[in-house]
């Protein structure tokens, strides 16, 4: 079967014009100067606009003792 109202190249292309990628904008952490995203908590050092948000020492030592716990069983 053909297809009635087919659409051109260029209107497909026009379409598909937003569906380009962009490449994430990166900022530097205020504490500790590794790069983040955006308004988003520093993965490094847990901190978003100069307060602790995620207790990085916490989460860590809970990371190695679960390694552990699976390295012995």
Known sequence: ????????????????????????SLTLCES??????????????GKYKGRDVIDMVKKTARKAAKKKEKQTA
């Open 1 to 24: 079967m053909v297809v009635r109202m087919r659409h051109t190249r260029s209107h497909t292309a026009n379409r598909r014009s937003h569906h380009a990628l962009v490449a994430q």
């Open 32 to 45: 500790c100067g590794s790069k983040k995203q955006k308004h988003a908590v520093c993965k490094t050092c």
